[in-house]
């Protein structure tokens, strides 16, 4: 068999560390990137580091590499133009997010950057790989978690961890379909390899679909705990976020994540699975998906 070469940005990220092990499964020979020095400690994962121009510390000259997969945020891969053209890419699976379409409309100035980033992010994408020839797929998973590292399913059993209840807004009714990281990097590895599809975006969703309130109440039953969870206003959500802004752990906490409570954000997968063979799991919290004590 053919040995087969990808590149992979955002390498050190949750989704990297679980494309990284994909990969390998898989028999893919991987160039991962990182800003920082990582050790060689697999035969079919070489590490280069890169430098502040987004150029990799070699000579890049020496190396083709025509498929690639990008799960660093969308905003910062136009830095790597030059580096995809200078391997030789021709075709590239890239990470968005529905957060584009979720956090458009949001109370939160910051939340609406983020979708405008990741609107533009895309648009960018597309039209650098199309004057260049270059096929692209672009994911868009919903609220992504796993290995309690996430920055969803994890903070809110940290949160819970701390101080022993969890706050609402209202009837906290709004749809979600969490979605694991694995099943996330099996999308990505199906999107590479089928050298069929081109030139489209797919939104990849959990294997369910559940109230806000209810995938808190798993929360709570993975932690072995009885469900406390609170109603309160949006003005006491409003004072609360602005108070916990002082710890670190709580500066990205908003009140438009309140709002959402009660919004359905709910996507169609059915392209994914048609196209990309995708059925991910339903809800469900093993011991490893939740977040160390001591974090």
């Known amino acids: ?168 807004l209202g009837s906290a009714n709004g749809l979600r379909q969490p979605v694991h990281v694995e099943d996330v990097a099996s999308a990505c590895c199906s999107a590479i390899s089928a050298l069929n599809l081109t030139n489209r975006s797919y939104d990849l969703t959990g294997g369910e679909t559940l109230h806000y309130r209810e995938m808190v109440k798993r929360v709570f039953a993975a932690l072995n705990r009885r469900p406390r969870i609170f109603t309160i206003p949006l003005w006491l959500f409003q004072m609360a976020t602005w108070g916990l802004r002082w710890l670190p752990r709580y500066q990205s906490w908003t009140a438009a994540m309140a709002e959402r409570m009660n919004q359905d954000l709910r996507f169609d997968c059915s392209d994914a699975k048609q196209d990309l063979n995708f059925f991910p799991r339903s809800f469900s919290l093993a011991q490893e998906d939740l977040p160390r004590k001591t974090d």
């Open 1 to 168: 068999m053919n040995a087969q070469y990808i590149g992979l940005l955002g390498a050190t990220s949750l989704l990297g560390e679980c494309l990284l092990k994909q990969l390998v499964r898989d028999n893919w020979h991987i160039t991962a990137f990182s800003r920082h020095p990582v050790p060689q400690i697999h035969p079919n994962i070489k590490w280069q580091q890169l430098g502040i121009s987004g150029q990799a510390n070699e000579n890049i000259g020496m190396n083709n590499i025509s498929t690639w997969l990008c799960v660093a945020p969308i905003w910062v891969l136009p830095e790597y133009f030059g580096l995809l053209s200078a391997y030789g890419a021709q075709r590239i699976v890239v990470l968005s997010s529905t957060s584009r379409f979720t956090k458009e409309a949001s109370s939160n100035f910051s939340e609406r950057e983020i979708a405008l980033q990741l609107i533009k992010g895309e648009e960018l994408v597309q039209a650098w790989a199309e004057a260049h020839g270059i096929d692209w797929i672009i994911l868009r998973p919903t609220l992504i978690y796993g290995y309690g590292r996430d920055k969803n399913v994890a903070e809110i059993a940290k949160f819970i961890r701390r101080f022993g209840f969890f706050p609402v």
